[in-house]
């Protein structure tokens, strides 16, 4: 008995106090919402979602509702998981706790280290395509993309402080214009709907090959537990957590759906699916030359949005790890002043630029970067939802002040859901064989890496929890 009053103690102090890691609590209910929001609608999400569309039409609504549900199972879960052990640590430190160090290092480095290599490097890559293909000749190769990473790796050394005021500009700006140009789209408001293009041609809400896009579709909701690295940062957390990611997913399910169906207006479905650039194409059609600065504003903003957001939340990630021994304790380095973890921002945007020297320039391969970062993020979702089975079995009576609704169903239903997606995730039995090969050996090497470490490193079982009272006393 006396022990879970220990745990309970230790949960409450932690979600209340400032935390005797140096952190500051200065983001609010608005910031959260922009960093839940900002990560997710990104330059990738808005060319695979017009691809989703143009391979399903209308039916593409219906993976899109499926991915929406399967994305609220993982808000639950790590509104959970956050509140229990609110930890900038993020999913290593309920990892620890819940299954052992090496699925913490693998879940993380896998899951968020290595998307920021692919999914931020394909981020960038995409405002460097769209704005030459914009602006041709404007600027030299690469410029865009390596310029908008060294703006925002030192905007996000200056402090959290800048970065939310930031973020939540940036968040505004990316939705509401894409609002804008989606609700022009099905209004016909700024130029007539071009005959010839029946959207109900090829409804088939059920057909297979709409089911299987709940794969492609679940990219468009990945991000907003970004949150929860933040956590230590964040004001009144047991509130602005959970809703900051349940009201995010929402607005981004809406946002998505009007953006695609007035794609379907203006475009023919083939078309679409065929793009590499689509969302260049759909701004043309409706807003003519001038729609081409409109979308240069979507693109820049969404870019920078799902940048920003990446270069705070996967340092502090970084930072909780090495605060648990579970990488290198350089990156648990606070600057003196603003209390930013800087060794592991710079860390981060290290691993974000070599990608995109590598790839060059191939439109296609942002989509083959983008699939293959989603196999390793749902592998993440997976652990992160056994992570609550299992802890709510061995610490049944700790003090949770968020409990997922309905338990164990979301749980179930999003393991469930994401082992389905991983199964889909090539959008052509063609492609198959790059995007499991570039995720397997992602995963292989990761895990190679984690064994080493785990065994030799930090000298401790592959599979031993910790016990939970040692992270949340963690100083």
């Known amino acids: 008995m006396s022990n879970e009053a220990t745990l309970t103690a230790g949960a409450d102090s932690s979600a209340s106090d400032d935390h005797k890691s140096g952190f500051k609590r200065v983001l609010g209910l608005g910031s959260l919402l922009a960093v839940a929001v900002g990560l997710v609608v990104s330059q990738g999400v808005m060319v695979l979602m017009l691809q989703g569309a143009g391979i399903a039409g209308l039916g593409f609504i219906i993976p899109l509702a ?18 229990m052990i609110p930890r900038a640590g993020s999913l290593s430190s309920y990892t620890e706790v819940a299954i052992g160090h090496f699925p ?44 908008l990473l060294a703006l925002f790796t030192c905007l996000n050394l200056m402090g959290i402080d800048l970065f939310a005021k930031l973020q939540s500009a940036l968040a505004f700006i990316m939705v509401v214009v894409l609002l804008v140009l989606g609700l022009s789209a099905v209004s016909g408001v700024a130029n007539p709907h071009p005959a010839g293009i029946d959207l109900t041609a090829t409804w088939n809400p059920m057909g297979a090959e709409v089911i299987t896009l709940v794969a492609l579709a679940i990219w468009g909701y990945v991000g907003a537990e970004f949150v929860c690295p933040l956590v230590e940062e964040s004001k ?9 990611m349940t009201v995010g997913v929402t607005v981004i399910f809406v946002t998505i759906a009007i953006y695609c169906l007035g794609a379907l207006f203006y475009i023919p479905a083939d078309d679409l699916a065929g793009s590499a650039l689509p969302h260049y194409d759909f701004a043309k059609a409706v807003f003519g030359e001038t729609g081409l600065i ?23 990630m970084l930072y909780g790890m090495a605060k648990n021994g579970q990488a290198f304790p350089q990156l648990a380095k606070l600057s003196s002043g603003n209390k930013t973890p800087w060794v592991a921002v710079l860390f981060t945007a290290a691993i974000t630029g070599l990608p995109m020297v590598i790839m060059g320039d191939n439109p296609d391969a942002v989509g083959l970067l983008l699939i293959s970062a989603a196999i390793a993020w749902l592998l993440a979702y997976i652990i992160t939802h056994i992570n609550v089975i299992v802890l709510r079995k061995r610490y049944p009576d700790i003090k949770r002040p968020y409990k997922t609704p309905f338990y164990p169903l979301p749980q179930i239903i999003g393991i469930a859901g994401m082992i389905y997606a991983v199964i889909y995730a090539s959008p052509a039995p063609e492609l198959s064989g ?42």
């Open 66 to 83: 499926i991915g929406y549900i399967l994305a609220l199972t993982y808000v639950y879960s790590f509104s959970e998981l956050s509140l």
């Open 104 to 147: 913490a290092i693998l879940a993380v480095f896998s899951g968020y280290v290595v998307v920021a290599m692919f999914a931020l490097s394909a981020e960038l890559l995409l405002v460097d395509f769209i704005i030459d293909k914009i602006y041709p000749g404007a600027f030299p190769q690469y410029t865009v993309g390596f310029g």
């Open 236 to 244: 009144n957390p047991e509130r602005n957590i959970p809703r900051a």
């Open 294 to 316: 409109f979308l240069a504003v979507a693109a820049v903003t969404a870019t920078c949005s799902t940048v920003n957001t990446s270069l705070a939340a996967i340092p502090r």
């Open 434 to 475: 790059q995007i499991y090969g570039a995720a397997g050996i992602v995963l292989g090497v990761v895990s190679v890496m984690g064994v080493f470490w785990v065994k030799v490193v930090m000298k401790k079982d592959l599979f031993t929890p910790e016990p939970i009272e040692k992270v949340l006393n963690q100083d």
